[in-house]
């Protein structure tokens, strides 16, 4: 064995001998000190992984809930189907998220939670739709720029609730050849209307026509001829007073200024009964009736709605040309009878205001007036003909813009009262008495 293996053994024999044993306790503390921390860096893993979960999550339902603010339920209430068809291929080219659309009943949109329902409803203005406005939102401001000032309805009750798109319109259609033979064209007052009416009983068996078996038609007749006669201020007193007592007998001497009434109204009805000026029976006629009577030539003054007017065949129609109720004063305020179909902002989303405002655009203001073939309401726009045009320009040269009906602004839909009140006025005609 060499010097040096020799050495080494010894050295390491002495450094055996010198070496200490470490304590248990010691050795035991080293060891969950150990343990703690590797533990530690394991919760610390854990907890920064739960963070970045909770961020994402985060991340998605606030993108979840932006998508859902982009979405819009659509109901339509009681409007024509084809009107409804329109609005919803025009709503289609807005950029949202999903949209629904529905046509609902009054009890839907009475329900506690429709403004979380539904976030758009479109429907005609009435006592209907002032109802529902009572759950409504504003609408933006800056929208109603795109009416004339007559349409904006400023400082009125719910004067933000709900924004017209397109009119109807109460109208009075004179006979282009009846004209020509009087040598008069589209009376412009209310005296002119009766002298053209006068001269007319030559040339036609019922120079005034209307289809009065629509009880519709025959309040519409009414209401145009208070306000004509009265002014917007009569006819708002008309109104309010058959909300609150629907009664023939109530309204027949309801004093609305320089001796207007109800009774009177009935009375000028019955004259022209008696005189020839009107068919004894028109408070019983039908719209079939009137298609007669014009192919016959046999009227000289028509009385109807814009959208009945589109219904009769162009050949009859073609020869008649439209004007609002001929009025009593021009010193008056007045209004036009003109129902609005109108949208009501039911919830507050944002992107309500987007669809508002793309229905007020030109472009689809012309779209809906086309399709529709009634009155656009906005500045801008192109109308389906020149009937369309006019009732947008009487609505605009109105002080008090377009009103709807007696039947809608009293009444609900399929309201009883509404049935008797019209039953009491024919039985008045027929008769005198209510």
């Known amino acids: 064995m060499s010097i040096k293996m020799m050495y080494n053994r010894v050295m390491s024999k002495k450094s055996k001998k010198s070496k200490k044993k470490t304590p248990k306790a ?30 994402i999550v985060s991340l998605c339902l606030r993108r979840a809930n932006s998508a859902a603010q982009q979405n819009v339920n659509v109901a339509f209430y009681n409007i024509p189907e084809k009107q409804a068809k329109v609005l919803e291929d025009n709503i289609k080219k807005v950029e949202l998220g999903k949209v629904t659309f529905k046509n609902v009943t009054l009890d839907d949109l009475n329900k506690d939670k429709a403004d979380k329902t539904y976030d758009l409803l479109f ?51 004179y006979s282009k050849p009846v004209e020509a033979k009087i040598g008069m064209e589209n009376p412009q007052n209310f005296d002119e209307m009766l002298t053209f009416l006068e001269k007319a009983k030559k040339y036609t068996f019922t120079p005034f026509f209307t289809n009065g078996g629509d009880d519709e038609i025959l309040l519409g007749l009414i209401s145009a001829i208070i306000e004509a006669k009265g002014g917007y201020n009569a006819y708002s007193t008309f109104v309010e007073a058959a909300k609150k007592n629907p009664s023939a007998e109530k309204l027949l001497t309801l004093n609305l200024g320089n001796e207007l ?103 689809t203001q012309t779209a809906l007036s086309m399709g529709t073939q009634l009155a656009p309401v906005a500045l801008r ?18 002080r008090y813009g377009a009103r709807t009906d007696l039947l809608s602004a009293a009444f609900m839909p399929d309201s009883e009262a509404a049935k008797k009140l019209c039953q009491e006025i024919r039985r008045y005609l027929t008769t005198g008495r209510i």
């Open 381 to 398: 726009g192109e109308s389906f003909d020149v009937q369309a045009d006019d009732v947008r320009f009487f609505a605009a040269s109105c």
């Open 123 to 173: 429907t005609y203005e009435g006592l209907a739709s002032e109802a529902i406005k009572a759950k409504a939102a504003n609408i933006s401001s800056k929208l109603f720029n795109y009416l004339p000032t007559s349409l904006r309805r400023q400082n009125e009750p719910n004067d933000r609730k709900s924004i017209p798109l397109v009119l109807d319109h109460f109208e009075f259609s």
């Open 261 to 363: 009434t109800l009774q009177s109204v009935l009375d000028l009805f019955r004259s022209w009964q008696e005189s020839g000026i009107v068919h004894p029976n028109w408070f019983h006629a039908k719209y079939r009736d009137i298609l007669a009577f014009v192919e016959d030539g046999q009227v000289a003054l028509l009385f109807t709605k814009l959208s009945v007017h589109r219904t009769i065949p162009y050949k009859l129609i073609r020869d008649f040309s439209t004007e609002r109720a001929p009025v009593l004063s021009g010193q008056t305020d007045h209004a036009l009878i003109a129902p609005a179909l109108c949208t009501v902002k039911l919830s507050k989303k944002s992107v309500n205001d987007k669809v508002i405002q793309k229905l007020l655009t030109e472009e």
């Open 26 to 55: 010691i050795m035991f503390f080293k060891n969950c000190g150990a343990f703690i921390w590797s533990k530690k860096i394991i919760f610390g893993s854990g907890l920064l992984a739960a963070c970045v979960i909770a961020v």
